[in-house]
């Protein structure tokens, strides 16, 4: 069994992705294009936003939208510990400071009260950060409404990282389209993956648009006149014209997506509360990039030992919080600081999910997972 079977979802759409590509091969144009100016049109008309900005990757487009709003050394912005690295590694990179905000347990995104309490004591000491950047974890957007009111009251921009959300609604509005600027990743394991690197971000201001796409070509606004300070983080052709394919199943795959969860859901019934499973507020839908349960560390142990025997892979969605990885030393954050995102690196556990997965494979999932709890009795 494969965690995201990508093979499965090329052969059902093969052909259309074969003849896209070689449309792009005949073309001759493969950095930015007519593909990836359809597709990035297509985007922010699904997302509700409009500009879309395509970009070389989840990570350039974090990097991209802290320029754009001048983020730089000694500038701090406001985050989470419970994300993938790249979204403090886009902070740092930029020589600004990462301030660390603790995880609702139940959503694992951003705890608002904490935030709040954080932008306070951070006022209090004269200083207002140049940026918060939530992120909306497995698929889930975090509290987004609450987030942006606590910054438009401070003056302080949002950003949502919304690497793993693309396609998720929030108060029947989409991810990407709910903050200054949100920014999604097609890494080939996100809900719409390339067959490569790309990212993209959204905006609805017209001007911040223009920035980005400065930025994105060396801060160049005309050929070889280069305003500003930028990157090569383009997003090529052949990625553009498999993701606008891909695109056509999207609102398809979605719903498959939550059936899987909801399967998971019935099946794990009887098991609970030993096992959390993922909690999705009522004002949302989460597009599952992950399905995440919880349980305690030891029998997590259990768990993913004994699936591997199983052959069923399973991955830790982190193993370790942002603010305990070396490279965040100089931050001088100490253990037990963050305890939500400390107890849940211990305790979350994905398991596989994908649109195309069957029903058995997951009956054999939550066999497998049952046999490993009982072994503990
Ligand atoms: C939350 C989050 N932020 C940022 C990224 C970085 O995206 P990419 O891998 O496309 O650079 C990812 C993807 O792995 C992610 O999950």
Redo the contacts with the bound molecule.
């Keep these: 069994m494969k965690f995201i079977d990508l093979n499965r979802q090329y052969q059902a759409y093969k052909q259309e992705i074969d003849e896209a590509v070689s449309n792009v091969l005949e073309s001759g144009v493969f950095i930015l294009g007519p593909v990836l100016e359809e597709l990035e049109t297509s985007l922010a008309a699904f997302t509700g936003v409009q500009k879309a900005v395509g970009v070389g990757?989840?990570?350039?487009?974090?990097l991209l939208a802290l320029m754009a709003i001048g983020v730089g050394p000694n500038d701090t912005v406001i985050t989470t510990p419970f994300?993938?690295f790249?979204?403090a590694e886009?902070i740092m990179l930029l020589g600004a400071k990462p301030v660390f905000v603790d995880i609702d347990p139940l959503t694992y995104n951003m705890d608002t009260a904490h935030l709040l309490h954080t932008v306070e004591a951070l006022k209090n000491k004269g200083e207002r950060p140049k940026a918060i950047l939530p992120?909306s974890?497995y698929g889930q957007c975090a509290d987004m409404d609450e987030i942006c009111e606590t910054a438009r009251t401070a003056d302080i921009p949002v950003i949502e990282?919304a690497?793993?959300s693309f396609g998720a609604t929030y108060k029947n509005r989409r991810s990407c389209g709910l903050s200054l600027m949100g920014?999604t990743?097609?890494?080939p394991s996100?809900p719409l993956g390339a067959y490569g690197?790309?990212?993209m971000i959204f905006t609805n201001d017209p001007e911040l648009a223009d920035e980005l796409r400065s930025l994105r070509v060396h801060g160049q606004k005309q050929h070889y006149q280069h305003t500003s300070i930028g990157l090569n983080a383009r997003l090529d052709a052949i990625q553009a014209a498999v993701l606008l394919t891909k695109f056509k199943h999207f609102p398809k795959e979605i719903v498959r997506r939550q059936e899987r969860a909801m399967t998971y859901g019935s099946l794990f019934q009887q098991y609970l509360p030993e096992i959390q499973l993922p909690h999705i507020k009522p004002d949302r839908t989460s597009v599952f990039?992950q399905y995440t349960i919880r349980l305690p560390d030891d029998k997590r142990a259990r768990v993913v030992e004994h699936l591997k025997t199983r052959g069923i892979p399973t991955a830790i969605h982190y193993p370790t919080p942002l603010h305990l990885q070396p490279a965040c030393a100089h931050l001088n954050i100490l253990k037990g600081s963050l305890p939500h995102a400390e107890q849940a690196a211990k305790e979350v556990l994905s398991l596989p999910m994908h649109p195309f997965m069957l029903v058995q494979e997951q009956e054999m999932v939550v066999t497998a997972i049952k046999e490993a709890l009982a072994k503990g009795h």
């Design positions: 990757s989840g990570t350039d487009g974090l994300s993938f790249a979204t886009a992120v974890l990282d690497c793993q920014v990743s097609f890494f996100k690197e790309g990212g990039a």
